[in-house]
């Protein structure tokens, strides 16, 4: 069977609603000033501080124009001090591991708020392969944190399972529902999330991995049931230091290399190749450089306003890394779950 793979990226995500990361701090900050800032809370104080002492930004007075650090940029200065066991001037360890959960926490309430009534392309795009029968021979990976894939998979978890290549340490081997049961390889739709995802709830004391349907538990932090810990968010921002060592993230990987090697079609849907990414250029190149057969590259990612000099740059950016033989489309990510049997057959 001819496999095809379907690569989600934050476009994706956008178009149903998803901020982009260059988005998340002006919208949180923006909500907050209009509900008024309290210096009474915790959370809050930490971040109103560390806004303005590492990047100088007065969130209290900051308007929609306000250039705010990516998150990616956030998280990952706080990332890169933990890593090395350092610090900044007025920041503790203890405060950098805290604002680090604080921005996630942060992320999540944005996402969640962002998707309360989202679009429906992810829900369509699952329908429409299984009404045309693909969905069976298609292989799912994600760069992004939010669960919208996931849910619009698991509204179907009666017909079958949902692989993330991840053996959940809450999730049993049989049940009725296969979205909460660990997956039969066989007959299961394999997800693979690069990055993490808001619905991981990670033991650091334990090592062990669960899974909850809700990507707002960062926000209302559960307890490990083996040994009391907090749980932290699984998630590793797509940073140039990016630390790959935990196990499940690792396990991931390779299993989305493996499945990958068997893809004859790699449809990206709402992803520029970015430079930072350089972990997933080391993928895809290795997939493409193992087989014996040519690998058939599609992009898909258009939307409105996009200029003709960022459509070629990015055309570009696809080409030199994976040839001139790359299909850069001007679709954008709807058009494309509208109808993917259209666009199923491209180099087949």
Not at 228 to 237: K, R
Not at 323 to 336: A, I, K, P, R
């Amino acid at each position: 069977m001819m496999k095809t793979a379907i690569f989600l990226g934050a476009g994706a995500s956008s178009e149903d609603g998803a901020p982009l990361q260059s988005e998340i701090f002006n919208k949180y900050f923006g909500g907050l000033r209009r509900a008024g800032l309290s210096q009474e809370d915790d959370e809050e104080r930490a971040l109103i501080k560390y806004f303005q002492r590492m990047f100088g930004i007065d969130v209290a007075a900051c308007d929609s124009h306000t250039l705010f650090p990516t998150f990616e940029e956030a998280i990952g200065v706080l990332d890169l001090a933990v890593m090395r066991d350092e610090a900044y001037k007025e920041f503790t360890n203890h405060e950098i591991r805290s604002l680090r959960h604080y921005i996630i926490k942060l992320m999540t309430r944005v996402i969640s708020d962002q998707l309360d009534k989202p679009q429906e392309h992810h829900k369509q795009l699952v329908q429409n392969l299984i009404r045309c029968d693909k969905l069976g021979e298609t292989i799912i990976v994600s760069t992004n944190y939010d669960i919208l894939i996931d849910n619009a998979l698991a509204l179907h978890s009666q017909e079958f399972g949902l692989d993330y290549g991840i053996d959940f340490a809450n999730v049993p081997e049989r049940s009725t529902d296969r979205y909460c049961s660990q997956p039969d390889t066989e007959h299961s739709i394999k997800l693979y999330k690069f990055h993490g995802s808001l619905n991981w709830l990670y033991c650091p004391t334990c090592n062990t991995i669960e899974l909850t349907p809700f990507q707002d538990a960062a926000i209302y932090p559960a307890n490990c049931h083996l040994c009391g810990s907090q749980f932290s968010t699984l998630i590793v921002p797509p940073t140039y230091f990016k630390s790959l060592t935990n196990v499940y993230l690792g396990m991931v990987w390779v299993k989305a290399e493996l499945a990958l090697r068997e893809v004859r079609h790699l449809i990206f849907c709402g992803y520029s190749f970015p430079d930072v990414d350089m972990h997933i250029k080391y993928l895809i190149k290795r997939i493409q450089s193992y087989r014996r057969h040519d690998l058939f590259i599609t992009v898909i990612n258009n939307y409105d306003g996009k200029t003709d000099e960022s459509r070629k740059e990015e055309k570009n950016r696809f080409r030199r890394f994976l040839g001139m033989d790359v299909d850069y489309t001007d679709l954008c990510f709807g058009e494309f779950a509208a109808d993917p049997l259209k666009y199923w057959e491209i180099g087949q």
